[in-house]
């Protein structure tokens, strides 16, 4: 008679350590971010992570349009929920780092480039 197959384990998976860009990434889940794009809307939000492309996800997120389209007080926020914001097309990614203001993680400075 012949026995009954054997299950074997899968090989362990290869572990790099992570980069210091995947770490500073990492610090921000949880953080409150502020993205802008390039039709100019704001999306503030809770950072919730990002996909293989980079696009980024925001939970409990709110949209703000300034410029022309904005609302005649200037402040025409809406609730938007959860939001997956397409990495090409954010233009600025700011968070607060403790209780200052907020800064750039990504756009006009590239000493505080989050991707480089």
Do not use: C, H
């Not at 980069?19 to 921000?28: A, D, F, H």
């Not at 996909?51 to 997120?61: E, F, G, M, T």
């Not at 397409?86 to 505080?112: C, I, K, Q, T």
């Amino acid at each position: 008679m012949s026995s009954p197959p054997v299950a074997t384990a899968p090989p362990p998976a290869r572990t790099t350590p992570p980069t210091p860009n995947v770490e500073r990434l990492k610090g921000l889940l949880k953080q409150t971010l502020r993205v802008t794009v390039t039709d100019g809307r704001i999306f503030i939000g809770t950072f919730a992570g990002t996909d293989k492309q980079l696009n980024i996800l925001l939970i409990s997120a709110d949209e703000y349009r300034v410029g022309p389209d904005a609302g005649a007080d200037g402040a025409d926020g809406r609730y938007v929920g959860q939001v997956m914001v397409p990495w090409r097309l954010v233009v600025r990614v700011e968070a607060r780092m403790g209780n200052g203001p907020m800064r750039a993680a990504y756009g006009d400075s590239d000493e505080d480039s989050m991707y480089t």
